[in-house]
Structures are given as C-alpha cells and as structure tokens.
C-alpha cells in the first residue's frame, strides 16, 4: 500500500462509503418510505430483520471475546445490555418483537425463525463470523455503518408514521431509542478505528470492513425485494404474506 | 452410553469430581495455605494466576457469543460485569492487582504478561478455546468448577491471614467479593447443566467438561511448582524471584 491516510481524509473515506453504499439508498427501503409497502411485504421485512436484531448480542459478545483491554469491554458491554435489556421484558430485542406484533405477526412464529429467508440467515452469520475471525480493528470498523444510522431512522420515523396505520410510539420505539444508542457507540467505535488503524494496509482493511457489512445489510433487503416485490418468488419454507396464500 | 443418570446421582459425581480432583488438593495450595511459600513463591503464584484471571471475560464473552437466548445472556453477563467492574478502578481484575502490588509486584508488570510460565498460558488459553468451541452445555458445565471454590476461598482467607504478612481485608478483596458472587453464578450454571443434559452423553459430557476443567486448574499449579518450589527450574524469559537472581 501507499502512504498513510491524514485522519480527515480516512475519516472521509468511510463516510463516503455510507454515502455510496448504505442500505438508506436501497429501493426496498425507498419503497417501505413511501408507503408504497403492502402489509405482507412490511411483515417480511420485520420477520426478516429480525434475525439481524437478535444476531446482534451474539456479534458483540463475539467481539467482547477477543478485546483484552477492560476498558474497551467496559464500553463494549453496553451494546449487549441494550439488545438484550437490563431484565425480561426490555431491550431493543424485545422492542422489535413489539413492532413485529404491532405489524401483525405472531411473536412466536417471529422468534422460531422458521419463516426467514435463506438469504437473510447467510448474511448475518457471515456478519457474526466475521467479527469473531477477523482482526478486532476491523471487527469495530463493521459496527461504523452506526454513522449512517441515525439520519435513515430518522427518515424512517416520519415516514412510517405518515405512511402506515402500524406506526406509532410504542410500535416504532425500537428506533426511537437507537437515536440515543447509536451515536454514542459511534462515536467510541470511530475514535477506536481512528487510533487503531495506524497503518495505510490497516486503514484499507478498516475500509473495507465498512463496505463489508454495507454488503451484509444491502443483501438482506435484495432477498426482501426479489421475494416479495418483484419478481415475488418466495424461496421453499419461508414466509407467506397473507395476500400471497 | 447406558442410561440416564437420575438427577441426584448425576450431581454426586458431578460434586465427586471436585473431591478427586480440584485443585484445592494440590501441594502447592498446600504449601501456600500453610504459610509455607517464601515471599518470591507468592509472587510468582498472584503474577500467574493473574493471566488466568484477565481471560475469564473473554472466556465468558466467548460463551455468550453463541448462547442464544437473551435470559440466558442477561444471568451470564454478570460474570462479565463482576470480573472487569461496572467502572474503571473496579472488579475483579482490579482485586487481583490489588493483591499483586500487595505481594510487592509492579502493577503494570503484570499487566503486561511478560513474566508469566508457558504453562500457564497454555492451560488458561486451552480452557478459553474450550468454552468458545465446544457446546454450550460443556462449556456451562466447565464453569461448575465453581462449586468447590467458595471452601477453598475460606480456607484460604483464614490461612493467609494467619501466615503472610501481605495479607488484611484490601488485598484479600478478590476471594472475599467471590464468596458473594461464586454461590450465585453456580446455581445458575449448576440448574441449567442438571436440565439441559438430556441424554446419557451429555451427561458424560458435562462430567468431562468439569474433568477438564479441574486439569486447567491443575495444570496451573504444577507449573508453578516445578518452576519455583521443587526441582525449581525457572523456564527461560519467566519471573525470577528477587531472592533467585
């Protein structure tokens, strides 16, 4: 590789990938913003992502296995608490399945996983596998999509609430509370990237784990549009909308 | 496999392994417990068991990483918690380079690993792989270890007390906080082997996990001893002892 990167432009760089690359700019997305989702289709994308939420523990403990500094898992420890809550009943896992009721499905049927595209299951253990087998920098640089976060639930809020009849505070309470979450685990995971990556080879594999999990996430809504928008071939044993039996 | 061990049998020779084979046995415990080991023997034994304890959380967020229902992740991240502290300045890690700089070592030479046994190393970091690789229930199972250490922690606070001067509530925090915490975590772990060990062979599973487990342990001491009580060959690059220079 080449020289090092200054920090405003490595920094520069893994913004534009959010700018190029994120899941906000999928037409999935575009289409669950405009309203133009039907019900089975929005009941797929919650069904779905939801293994992405609780997946996400399983990732940061995974993470958490490998980090040796008790002041990096200190900070860490607090994504896991906010996805499995302090106690029962909470937690951003928990205020999933309440949107995942909130939209119609069965909160058993959501947590059997028996209804997920194959595809949506390759992505997020790929996910998972990756931040426990690559190197910790580029395991913290994956969770950086966190950056564009909050700008696509913001959007995401408005939308939903002008856009569909589900929508309201309790239902929608998952992003919500990842307005206040995802800035500040960003802000220690961009600082870690920042400070870690000290060589041009390690920036690059910081990059390129960013575009990684850009991948991860823009996969999962490709299965979600080929399935269930167009051409609407649903794969063998998974979920079947209502309007589709 | 024959059949399945009713739950009371398989609890005694869970509790039977402990009896046989916990490291509570071994001479060197004997010896420390005695007010047998010079001030360098000490050392030597706080700077290795040191290692062993700064890998309990990975070892746990190992465990974690694939543990997949979030109550289950809720009781286990206590461990977590207890081991690296809520803050900076706390938990268990912290008591142990308490007791460390108790003894007369260099905080920040023990952290930085450098004069630890292979041995030790190569035990902690076998259990570790262990619990990260193996099913969930051998590695709960490996924890179980915990049932016996609450009596050794008693014996060994009083003994202590009694034989080295280093010794008084602030660096003897670390067994003190764990006769509160081990009882707790073992229940939980004690409950979930007993229920999640269905079959005969996973029955003989989880013995085996606690076997291993109790061969960590073991392993440990007996490094310590040959390299500083008896023949006492020093490895190349370990610690040497003030009164061995």
């Not at 002041?71 to 994504?79: L, Y």
């Not at 990237?193 to 870690?196: A, D, L, N, P, T």
């Given at each position: 590789m080449t020289e090092l990167l200054q920090s405003g432009e490595f920094e520069r760089r893994l913004r534009q990938i959010g700018e190029e690359?994120?899941?906000?700019?999928?037409p999935f997305h575009q289409r669950l913003h405009e309203g133009k989702l039907n019900k089975g289709q929005v009941q797929a994308w919650v069904l779905n992502r939801f293994?992405?939420?609780r997946s996400i523990p399983l990732k940061d403990a995974g993470l958490m296995s490998r980090a040796e500094d008790p002041?990096?898992?200190?900070?860490?420890?607090?994504?896991i608490i906010d996805h499995d809550g302090p106690a029962g009943g909470e937690g951003g896992i928990e205020r999933w399945l309440i949107l995942a009721e909130g939209v119609g499905l069965d909160r058993g049927y959501v947590q059997s996983l028996s209804g997920l595209l194959p595809a949506t299951r390759f992505a997020v253990d790929a996910y998972v596998r990756f931040v426990r087998e690559r190197s910790l920098l580029e395991a913290v640089a994956s969770s950086l999509t966190e950056l564009f976060a909050p700008d696509l639930h913001k959007t995401r809020i408005a939308a939903l609430l002008e856009n569909y009849d589900f929508a309201n505070d309790r239902t929608l309470a998952y992003f919500k509370k990842r307005l206040d979450q995802a800035p500040r685990d960003v802000r220690f995971g961009l600082n870690y990237?920042?400070?870690?990556a000290r060589t041009r080879d390690q920036q690059e594999a910081a990059l390129a784990a960013v575009r990684f999990k850009t991948d991860?996430?823009?996969?999962q809504l490709d299965a979600l549009y080929f399935a269930y928008v167009e051409p609407g071939f649903i794969p063998p044993g998974a979920f079947v909308p209502d309007d589709r039996r």
């Open positions: 690359r994120y899941h906000s700019r999928h293994y992405y939420q002041a990096f898992r200190r900070e860490w420890i607090n994504r990237v920042m400070s870690e991860v996430l823009w996969a």
